[in-house]
């Protein structure tokens, strides 16, 4: 049982290019999420999808692309990054609605030179 | 701002010893979760406690939640080395269409 991957562990890349985290859960879990953790800041929510083709912004959505065009992936795109982006990036997933457990992948560590 | 603070943001107890966190929110909410995170690792959800429970015990987990004062605490008891990590409060407010909002963290360090 897989649970809830991400790829690349770790980029680095240059201020402009375009980058995407991959997101994949074995569950069939509903939800899922993107969030950004900065020292000092906790996590902070990108953007969130209920389901296949429905998503939302979060907190911090600017600069951020999501697409969910199946229920298991959940890509999230950088269309120009800037250096402002380089953090560590959680994906999450919760098997109903978005008020139960989370279930976090082991996370994307982004550099942005 | 952010729905959860946690305090203290570190902590350096020995093993053995009892670890306490706090954590503070500012609006009412559905429920409440402790999650632990190791070094370059993900989340772990430790414990969910609802608006309308006061504690909740888990192993030497023990949870307490007032409502009143919109503040729980996040017990360990005996703590050992391998519980050394950040542990994070999420809050869920009880509007349809919210989501979790996560405090800042505090920092335990268990010492041989």
């Known amino acids: 049982d897989a649970g809830i991957t991400q790829s690349p562990r770790y980029k680095i890349t240059e201020t402009g290019r375009q980058v995407t985290l991959m997101c994949h859960q074995t569950w069939s879990h509903s939800y899922m999420f993107w969030y950004r953790q900065d020292l000092g800041h906790g996590l902070r929510l990108i953007y969130y999808s209920a389901a296949a083709d429905i998503t939302d912004k979060g907190e911090v959505p600017d600069g951020y692309v999501v697409s969910r065009s199946k229920t298991e992936n959940f890509p999230l795109t950088l269309e120009s990054a800037t250096r402002s982006q380089t953090s560590v990036y959680f994906c999450?997933?919760?098997?109903?609605?978005?008020?139960?457990?989370?279930?976090f992948g082991p996370g994307t560590r982004l550099t942005v030179l | 701002s952010q729905q959860g603070e946690e305090d203290p943001q570190a902590l350096s107890i020995q093993e053995g010893e009892n670890a306490t966190m706090n954590c503070s929110y500012k609006?009412?909410?559905?429920?409440l979760q402790w999650y632990r995170q190791n070094s370059g690792r993900g989340l772990v959800h430790l414990i969910l406690i609802r608006s309308n429970e006061r504690e909740k015990h888990s192993g030497r987990l023990r949870v307490t939640l007032d409502t009143s004062k919109k503040s729980s605490s996040l017990l360990i008891t005996a703590s050992r080395a391998a519980d050394t990590a950040s542990y994070f409060c999420?809050?869920?407010?009880?509007?349809?269409?919210?989501?979790?909002?996560f405090g800042p963290g505090t920092r335990l360090s268990v010492l041989p």
């Open positions: 999420a809050t869920m407010p009880p509007v349809n269409g919210q989501n979790f909002v």
């Open positions: 999450a997933s919760t098997r109903g609605v978005n008020t139960d457990t989370q279930y």
């Open positions: 609006t009412s909410i559905n429920n």
